[in-house]
């Protein structure tokens, strides 16, 4: 059964990579959350897409330089820009919830630290007995490896864009376990193969055209990743009653 994983939690709503977004995309039926770490200055690992506070907060500069102290002062902007009273959550304030839920959490490392972080990372996830519910995600292959020589146990994603055409040469030679290719540019017969041919998990994003999603709903896809979470989440059982 595909399931719907909301991209920043409910993005299309709320401040993305905040605690009311992962709160929301719950309570209205995604099945999991994907988010974005960095590591600050202080080895805190922090749920955030961009390496700077710049765009989503009413704070400056960049994650990396900053102390954890210095980042909580940040306030998160909503999707009008208009700054909200949410904090940059801490992975470890996104785990100690979501342990409470039956949720899929897809972690997507997107910073460079040359292992840094990916053992901290491990060593918080280890104190959670939900591993079979965690995926950590990369576009950064060498991050994924990491994870690998780490603990070989967590499912590793790839994700893909428009130009990485056969992921799967590599993937299979490293161990990585599954792939999260970028939606529209694989709603083709060639590429759908390419997805299925190999037997890996497959779960798509940033899907968020209705029109799309009802596209891999019907291919059966494992997972779609989307900022729509209702509109995915009525689809998604409107599905499920027409195969009854």
Known sequence: MTKIIGHRGYAALYPENTMLSFKKAYEHGADGIELDIHMTVDNEIIVIHDPTLNRTTNQKGHVNQLTLDEIKIARNKNG???????????????????????????IEIKCVTEGVLEETLIKLLSQYDMKERIIISSFNLE??????????????????????????????????KSVHPYGKSYMNDAKRQEVVRYNLPARVYTVNRAKEIQYWLEEEIDAIITDEVEVAVKLKNDYLLKQH
């Open 80 to 106: 009008l820009f208009k700054v909200t009273d949410e904090q940059v959550p801490t992975l470890k304030e996104v785990m100690d919830w979501i342990i409470t839920t039956d949720m899929t959490l897809n």
């Open 143 to 176: 991050s994924l490896l990491y994870i690998e020589k780490i603990d070989s146990s967590y499912d590793t994603a790839l994700l893909t864009n428009k130009e990485l055409g056969e992921p799967w040469i590599y993937m299979e030679s490293h161990g990585i």
